[in-house]
């Protein structure tokens, strides 16, 4: 039976594994080229990253995709802001972006309560 750590990586694969399939259907019918490589490519890393996420390959993976998924949460946000750096103009605001960042979000803080979990397991284990 999984223990609630395991249960909590099941969880981060299957947001990250959303957002990454979101990415996908977002990226395919782009007509900006810019936006559609990064969508597709987002998309694969994301989708990727299920499999170190699943077989647990370390907090070093784990910091990684907090980092790399926190950077498409920054790049949307930032992208929002009217004559921003990125795209110079303000993005639209839409259900699928705002769903894909949840799922992002969501990803990120299951992945602290990973590793704070395990920080105090360690601890506790050492006691």
Known sequence: MPNKIDILFYAAAATT????????????PSNNQNSQILFVVGGIAQI???IPTIRK?????NL???????????????????????????????????????????????????IVLSKRNQLQNKS
């Open 17 to 28: 594994a959303i957002a990454g399939i979101i990415h996908l259907i977002l990226g395919i």
């Open 48 to 50: 990727f990253w299920v």
């Open 57 to 61: 390959w370390g907090n070093s993976w």
């Open 64 to 114: 990684v995709g907090i980092g790399g998924t926190g950077v498409f949460v920054a790049i949307w946000i930032i992208t929002r802001i009217p004559e921003n750096f990125i795209t110079g103009r303000g993005g639209r605001i839409n259900e699928n972006g705002i769903l894909t960042e949840v799922f992002q979000i969501a990803f990120i803080a299951i992945m602290i309560t990973i």
